[in-house]
């Protein structure tokens, strides 16, 4: 059970939207910043948010990110087949003392 | 070019012990805190280990406490991760990222399989 809670799957059609969810408490989300990660399968993770709402350089401006509260929302817009991946958000858990990352969410893009 | 190559993964057996290396080339390590993180067949991300920049703040996933040790050598662009009194349930891809900003990771490693089996 990940203190992170992500809905298992998400799909839509390509160049449609889609938004993933990620909920936590004030432990985590609440007071830290959330990153989130896209990640094929025989590949390594790739960041395409950090610090709740970043791109970094070479991510497209279809991904975006949002937190309110103690939870937090990826959006990508204009999907594309290739955006097919798992989703995982992540952030710190100050109660913890650990780094967790929600359960992931498979994107299929119909 | 900036990169990170781990290496160290085979197959083990239960109550065995092996290290992972994980080397940066195209940065200078020592400014960075380091995770590592693994995936385990069939499932999602775990965090499994931090360590600061300088070595001195260590965070470990409850899940490898007591058995697993993170450690750097800044000198060789390198961070390890000893594990001891390995399980079944430690068969994993095992990752070593880059901290970049506020536990955000921009650069990983390849991977390397660890299969812990009798």
């Known amino acids: 059970q990940s203190v992170l809670t992500q809905p298992p799957s998400v799909s839509a059609a390509p160049g449609q939207k889609v938004t993933i969810s990620c909920s936590g408490s004030t432990s985590n989300i609440g007071n830290n910043y959330i990153s989130w990660y896209q990640h094929l399968p025989g590949t390594a993770p790739k960041l395409v948010i950090y610090?709740?709402?970043n791109r970094p350089s070479g991510i497209p401006d279809r991904f975006s990110g949002s937190k309110s509260g103690t939870s937090a929302t990826l959006g990508i817009t204009g999907l594309q087949t290739g955006d097919e991946a798992d989703y995982y958000c992540g952030t710190w858990d100050s109660s913890l003392s650990a780094w967790v990352f929600g359960g992931g969410t498979k994107l299929t893009v119909l | 070019q900036e990169l990170l190559v781990e290496s160290g993964g085979g197959l083990v057996k239960p109550g065995g012990s092996l290290r992972l290396s994980c080397v940066a080339s195209?940065?200078?390590?020592?400014?960075?805190?380091m995770k590592w993180i693994r995936q385990a067949p069939g499932k999602g991300l775990e965090w499994v280990s931090y360590?600061?920049?300088?070595?001195?703040?260590?965070y470990y996933a409850d899940s490898v406490k007591g058995r697993f040790t993170i450690s750097r050598d800044n000198t060789k662009n390198s961070l390890y991760l000893q594990m001891n009194s390995l399980r079944a349930e430690d068969t994993a891809v095992y990752y070593c990222?880059?901290?970049?900003?506020?536990?955000?990771?921009?650069?990983w490693g390849q991977g390397t399989l660890v299969t812990v089996s009798s």
């Open positions: 360590i600061s920049g300088s070595g001195n703040r260590i």
């Open positions: 990222a880059r901290d970049f900003r506020n536990g955000g990771c921009d650069a």
């Open positions: 195209g940065f200078t390590l020592g400014d960075y805190y």
């Open positions: 610090d709740n709402d």
